[in-house]
Every structure is written in structure tokens, then in C-alpha cells.
């Protein structure tokens, strides 16, 4: 079955960088593309960004444009989403999900910026 | 790029069918049969319900239909039940070759 496991929760200070990994396994990770996708506390979902795992090929929203980097390995079927200038209102989980429609997810990771 | 449009709330007793509206623009909705819907309960991670407008996945139940107007997709559920209740966001491709997400409704069953 198709998993998407992520790595576990991190604390930032302000001005930091946090990488999440994302480790695919249960289909052909280089078949489908990844999605970054974070959601606030109390908030709705938003769109970061994605990655063809094939090609290494992404596109980022405009909002993440600088601060925001995906790449993938596929040696071990892990997609990486890093962000950098950490801010308070990054604090967020943080998903993974597979395919145009993101139709699997992974369990999220709760990223907290905090000084 | 903006958020899509979608009611804050929508409620609908047991066995009732509500319909949830995600209106967007040409340069997405309008443009593009790359409309999703995501289920998300709380606590958990979202759940695809709909892919490309109407497209219901395997193992999504029959009670939920997609559909697209113009601007404006919608995301009907039939036949009410207590488990429907959770946060529904609308998702579509945009002419920059990015994605958008609703700004999400929460369905209550009375």
C-alpha cells in the first residue's frame, strides 16, 4: 500500500532553516509528483509547492518563492522540503501528499518557530 | 494568487443533501477540469474526496458528487451522515502552473 512517512517534529528559532523528509514507499516514487502542503493552527490548507521526483523539476508558490527549496533522492524515494528565514508564523504541520490530486498524505510534521 | 472562495459554513441534518461552492477565477476554476476536494477530520490529514471535478476515487462513497460552472466548482453530499461532518476544501490547478487551495467550510450535521 502507498505510504508516505515524514520526519518528526522540529522546533526552530526565528531566522532558522528546518528540512522535513518525506520517505515514499508502496509505488513507482518516480512516477508521480510530490506536494508540499502546510497548515497553520486554526487554519486552512496551503499550497507550497512540487516536485517531479523524475525530472527534478519543481515550481513554487509565489508567497514561498526564495525561502523555499524541494529536492528529492530517489536512491531512497525521499522527497525534502527546506525552508529557510524561519518567521512565528511559519509554525505549521507540515504534509507531504503524492500525485496531481494528492491522493495519499503523509501523517504531517509539526514545525514550531519559537525564540 | 488568491485563495478560493468557499462559505465558511454549511449545515445540513441527517439524510440531507448540502452542496459547498468554491468560486475561483479564469485564470484557474475557470480554466482548468483540475478541480479536487479534500475531506479533512480533525487532528487528521486531509483526504482526497473528488479528482478533476467530478472523478470520485476508489473507495469514496457515492453520496459525494463534484461539479463545475464557470468560475465555480461544487462539491454536493448527499444523504447526510454524522461522519460527514469535518472540513471540505476545494484545490485547483492555476495558469501558473501552480495549485491553489479554498479557504475551506466546515460541514455541520445537525
Known amino acids: 500500500q502507498v505510504q508516505l512517512v515524514q520526519s518528526g517534529a522540529e522546533v526552530k528559532k526565528p531566522g532558522a532553516s528546518v528540512k522535513v523528509s518525506c520517505r515514499a514507499s508502496?509505488?513507482?516514487?518516480?512516477?508521480?509528483?510530490i506536494h508540499w502542503v502546510r497548515q497553520a493552527p486554526g487554519q486552512g490548507l496551503e499550497w507550497m509547492g512540487w516536485?517531479?521526483?523524475?525530472?527534478?523539476?519543481?515550481k513554487y508558490a509565489q508567497k514561498f518563492q526564495g525561502r523555499v527549496s524541494i529536492t528529492r533522492d530517489t536512491s531512497i524515494n525521499t522527497a525534502y522540503m527546506e525552508l529557510i528565514r524561519l518567521k512565528s508564523d511559519d509554525t505549521a504541520i507540515y504534509y507531504c501528499?503524492?500525485?496531481?490530486?494528492?491522493?495519499?498524505w503523509g501523517q504531517g510534521t509539526l514545525v514550531t518557530v519559537s525564540s | 494568487q488568491s485563495a478560493l472562495t468557499q462559505p465558511a459554513s454549511v449545515s445540513g441534518s441527517p439524510g440531507q443533501s448540502i452542496t459547498i461552492s468554491c468560486t475561483g477565477t479564469?485564470?484557474?476554476?475557470?480554466?482548468?477540469?483540475?478541480v479536487y476536494w479534500y475531506q479533512q477530520h480533525p487532528g487528521k490529514a486531509p483526504k482526497l474526496m473528488i479528482s478533476?471535478?467530478?472523478n470520485r476515487p476508489s473507495g469514496v462513497s457515492n453520496r459525494f458528487s463534484g461539479s463545475k460552472s464557470g468560475n465555480t466548482a461544487s462539491l454536493t453530499i448527499s444523504g447526510l451522515q454524522a461522519d460527514d461532518e469535518a472540513d471540505y476544501y476545494c484545490?485547483?490547478?492555476?495558469?501558473?502552473?501552480?495549485?491553489?487551495f479554498g479557504s475551506g467550510t466546515k460541514v455541520t450535521v445537525l
Open positions: 501528499a503524492k500525485g496531481e490530486g494528492r491522493d495519499s
Open positions: 484545490s485547483s490547478y492555476t495558469s501558473s502552473r501552480t495549485y491553489v
Open positions: 478533476d471535478v467530478s
Open positions: 508502496g509505488y513507482t516514487f518516480t512516477g508521480y509528483y
Open positions: 516536485i517531479n521526483p523524475n525530472s527534478g523539476d519543481s
Open positions: 479564469s485564470s484557474d476554476v475557470g480554466s482548468y477540469n483540475y
